[in-house]
C-alpha cells in the first residue's frame, strides 16, 4: 500500500509532466517550425489524458514528433495515413476544423496503424518526456529556477528524440 506522502508525490508528478515536460521531436532541426497552436493545446491535452488516467503520450504530442518526421524524408503510406488521420483529429478537436477530406485522411486506423505503430510511439515518447522531466527535477534541485523558467511556465521546451520507427 502506497503511503500518503508517496501519492501526494506521485500526482504532483503527474501534475508536473502534464505542465512541464519536454515536447519530444523526431528532429530537433525541424523543433521551431512546430506551429505555436499546436504546442499550446499540448499541456491542456496532457491534462485531459492525467484526468482520463492514461499513460500514454497524446494525440497533439503524436502529431508533433511525426510532424518534425515528415520533413526529413519521405514515410510509408501506414506512417502517411497515421499523420494525416492525426492531423484531422486534433485540428477538429482543439479548434473546430474539418480537413477530413481534404486530405483525403482516413477517419478510423487499421488494426496495425494502431496497435503496431501508433501505441508504440505514443507511449515511447509519454516514458521518455517523463524520464527527462525526472532528470530535469534532480538537476534542479542542485541549481536555482531561472527568470525565463519562471517567466514562462508553460510553452513546453523540444528536444530531440530521434527513433528509428519510421
Given at each position: 500500500?502506497?503511503?500518503?506522502?508517496?501519492?501526494?508525490?506521485?500526482?504532483?508528478?503527474?501534475?508536473?509532466?502534464?505542465?512541464?515536460?519536454?515536447?519530444?521531436?523526431?528532429?530537433?532541426?525541424?523543433?521551431?517550425?512546430?506551429?505555436e497552436?499546436?504546442l499550446k493545446?499540448?499541456?491542456?491535452?496532457?491534462?485531459?489524458?492525467?484526468?482520463?488516467?492514461?499513460?500514454?503520450?497524446?494525440?497533439?504530442?503524436?502529431?508533433?514528433?511525426i510532424?518534425?518526421?515528415?520533413?526529413?524524408s519521405?514515410?510509408?503510406?501506414?506512417?502517411?495515413?497515421?499523420?494525416?488521420?492525426?492531423?484531422?483529429?486534433?485540428?477538429?478537436?482543439?479548434w473546430?476544423?474539418?480537413h477530413?477530406?481534404?486530405?483525403?485522411?482516413?477517419?478510423?486506423l487499421s488494426?496495425?496503424?494502431?496497435?503496431?505503430?501508433?501505441?508504440?510511439l505514443?507511449?515511447?515518447?509519454?516514458?521518455?518526456?517523463?524520464k527527462?522531466?525526472?532528470?530535469?527535477?534532480?538537476?534542479?534541485?542542485?541549481?536555482?529556477?531561472?527568470?525565463?523558467?519562471?517567466?514562462?511556465?508553460?510553452t513546453?521546451?523540444?528536444?530531440?528524440?530521434?527513433?528509428s520507427?519510421?
Amino acid at each position: 500500500m502506497k503511503s500518503q506522502s508517496k501519492i501526494i508525490d506521485s500526482c504532483i508528478f503527474d501534475l508536473m509532466d502534464a505542465l512541464r515536460s519536454p515536447v519530444l521531436t523526431h528532429s530537433i532541426a525541424w523543433a521551431d517550425t512546430i506551429p505555436e497552436r499546436l504546442l499550446k493545446v499540448i499541456p491542456i491535452a496532457r491534462l485531459k489524458s492525467l484526468l482520463l488516467k492514461e499513460e500514454t503520450a497524446t494525440d497533439p504530442e503524436a502529431l508533433a514528433f511525426i510532424y518534425t518526421r515528415t520533413l526529413e524524408s519521405p514515410m510509408t503510406n501506414e506512417w502517411v495515413d497515421i499523420y494525416t488521420h492525426l492531423s484531422c483529429k486534433v485540428c477538429e478537436e482543439y479548434w473546430k476544423e474539418n480537413h477530413w477530406e481534404s486530405v483525403s485522411a482516413p477517419k478510423e486506423l487499421s488494426d496495425y496503424n494502431l496497435n503496431y505503430l501508433l501505441k508504440p510511439l505514443r507511449k515511447h515518447i509519454y516514458d521518455r518526456r517523463r524520464k527527462i522531466l525526472k532528470e530535469r527535477m534532480k538537476a534542479s534541485l542542485k541549481k536555482p529556477v531561472t527568470q525565463e523558467e519562471k517567466a514562462d511556465p508553460v510553452t513546453p521546451v523540444v528536444i530531440d528524440a530521434q527513433l528509428s520507427l519510421f
